[in-house]
């Protein structure tokens, strides 16, 4: 089982970013799969995840009307779309998956207990 992230880079504030997510090892649309993200000296944090069947969605109120999840189970990937970036977005964002029995999208983003772990990916946000 492995999460790949890439996408990840230096970008300005207001600027934009897609990052992706492909699994393999596992069938993602059996899975909530969620982007989590930990800036330098804080906590991780839930950034958004989405439900496996339905695709419902969750936002953290920070990034609520910015950025953007998605999922393309055919493809085995999800993705995050990052606009109007902010430097207080700096942070490595990782994915991580927990299988659809054990969760949803609001409750995998807020209790962070995912099953799989993704490796990570550098975005710094900055002029």
């Known amino acids: 089982v492995q999460l790949v992230e890439s996408g990840g880079g230096l970008v300005q504030p207001g600027g934009s970013l897609r990052l992706s997510c492909a699994a393999s090892?596992?069938?993602?649309?059996?899975?909530?799969i969620g982007w989590f993200r930990q800036a330098p000296g804080k906590e991780r944090e839930g950034v958004s995840c989405?439900?496996?069947?339905?695709?419902?969605?969750f936002y953290t109120n920070s990034v609520e009307g910015r950025f953007s999840i998605s999922r393309d189970n055919a493809k085995n990937t999800v993705y995050l779309q990052m606009n109007s970036l902010k430097p207080e977005d700096t942070a490595v964002y990782y994915c991580?998956?927990?299988?659809?029995?054990?969760?949803?999208?609001?409750?995998?983003?807020?209790?962070?207990?995912?099953?799989?772990w993704g490796q990570g990916t550098q975005v710094p946000v900055s002029s």
């Open positions: 991580a998956a927990r299988h659809r029995v054990f969760t949803s999208s609001k409750v995998l983003c807020v209790t962070a207990n995912p099953r799989y």
């Open positions: 090892g596992f069938t993602l649309d059996d899975y909530v």
């Open positions: 989405i439900q496996a069947s339905n695709s419902a969605t």
